[in-house]
Structures are given as C-alpha cells and as structure tokens.
Antibody, heavy 117, light 107 residues
Framework: EVQLQQSGPELVKPGASVKISCKASGYSFTGYFMNWVKQSHGKSLEWIGRINPYNGDTFYNQKFKGKATLTVDKSSSTAHMELLSLTSEDSAVYYC??????????WGQGTLVTVSA | DIQMTQTTSSLSASLGDRVTISCSASQGISNYLNWYQQKPDGTVKLLIYYTSSLHSGVPSRFSGSGSGTDYSLTISNLEPEDIATYYCQQYSKLPWTFGGGTKLEIK
C-alpha cells in the first residue's frame, strides 16, 4: 500500500524558513518523481515543482524558484521541501505526491504552514 | 503557462443525478488532462487520468471525456460521498496547472 506521511503543522515567523517532509512507503521511492503542490486557504492547487529521487534533479515552477528548495534522503525514502523567507502569502497547505507519467496517483495528507508573528 | 478554467465554481445537485463538470485549457493539451477529487477534510484523490482512464479503485460512475481544449468529468447517479471539490489538471506542458475547482453540493 502506497503511503505518504507528511510532517506536522508549522507556525513560523515572517522572514524565517521552514522545512517540511514527506516519508514515502509502499513503492519504489527512486522510481518516481516526487511533486509538491500548494493550496492557499480557499484557493485552488498550484504545482511547485518536482524532484527525481534517483539523481536529485529538480524542476521548479518559475513562480516558486527561490522560494522552495526540494531535496530527498534516499536512505529514508523521505522528500523534503524548504520554504525560504516566509511571508503571509506562503501560509498554505502543502501536499506531496509521486508522479506517474503526469498524474499524482497518491497524495500525502498535507502540511499546514502558518506564517505569523 | 497553460491556463485551466473551470467556469462553474459551485454546483448543486440531487442524489441520483447525473452531473457534468467542465474544464477548458488556454491551448490544446492533447488529452493530457487529469481529474482530482478533494474532500472537505483536505484529502485529495486521483479520479481520472489522460482524459478518460479511470484510476484504480474509483467507482465506474465517474467518467471523463474531451479533446483539444475542452474536457469534462461526469458523475452518474450522484452519491453522498461525492460531495467534494473537483479539479482538472493539465500535464501537456510544465509547469502543470490546475483549474480553479468546482465545488459539488447536495441540493
């Protein structure tokens, strides 16, 4: 059974950074790109980018370049996303999910990031 | 970037109804179109990929169709557990983009 367990909610101050994680199990972690998606409150979904866990290659949505940094730890089948220089616009739920030929068949439960002083 | 438009942001229907949700792309996407369901608790599931292929475990009352720039998701015989928001997503070109969502409610 494919499972994606994301880290818990984060409350961070403006200007700070936060790193959230997504632990994968039930499939070959290095065989599929890992994608990250943002959902601001009451809004639609935005694709942030993806990483190839096999070699670490990344592709970012231009909108999120400089905002998000994607990494993986193959030894623990965990993907990470660091969000930099946080502002209120970064308050959102962030989802992870492996990409199989253009679609995310399985999604994590989401991680709520709240940016507030 | 390719813009995805779901012109109906909310839709009210009765149990047992047939419901169609539409999605249009700002340019042709060659059937590279997926549909997702998001429940009120935030859980997201893949329903349909490549316009009309049903994801494993998804009830057969869900179906997808379309071509070029216009696509649709149909739910036949609406059931209570179908209350959710539905999003289309194109993967013809990076960055992937999603529609604004259609929230389905019971009348």
């Amino acid at each position: 059974e494919v499972q994606l367990q994301q880290s818990g909610p984060e409350l961070v101050k403006p200007g700070a950074s936060v790193k959230i994680s997504c632990k994968a199990s039930g499939y070959s972690f290095t065989g599929y790109f890992m994608n990250w998606v943002k959902q601001s409150h009451g809004k639609s979904l935005e694709w942030i980018g993806r990483i190839n866990p096999y070699n670490g290659d990344t592709f970012y949505n231009q909108k999120f370049k400089g905002k998000a940094t994607l990494t993986v730890d193959k030894s623990s089948s965990t993907a990470h996303m660091e969000l930099l220089s946080l502002t209120s616009e970064d308050s959102a739920v962030y989802y992870c999910g492996p990409d199989s030929s253009g679609y995310v068949a399985y999604w994590g439960q989401g991680t709520l990031v709240t940016v507030s002083a | 970037d390719i813009q995805m438009t779901q012109t109906t942001s909310s839709l009210s229907a009765s149990l047992g109804d047939r419901v169609t949700i539409s999605c249009s792309a700002s340019q042709g996407i060659s059937n590279y179109l997926n549909w997702y369901q998001q429940k009120p608790d935030g859980t997201v599931k893949l329903l349909i990929y490549y316009t009309s292929s049903l994801h494993s475990g998804v009830p057969s009352r869900f179906s997808g169709s379309g071509s070029g720039t216009d696509y649709s998701l149909t739910i036949s015989n609406l059931e209570p557990e179908d209350i959710a928001t539905y999003y289309c997503q194109q993967y013809s070109k990076l960055p992937w983009t999603f529609g604004g969502g259609t929230k389905l409610e019971i009348k």
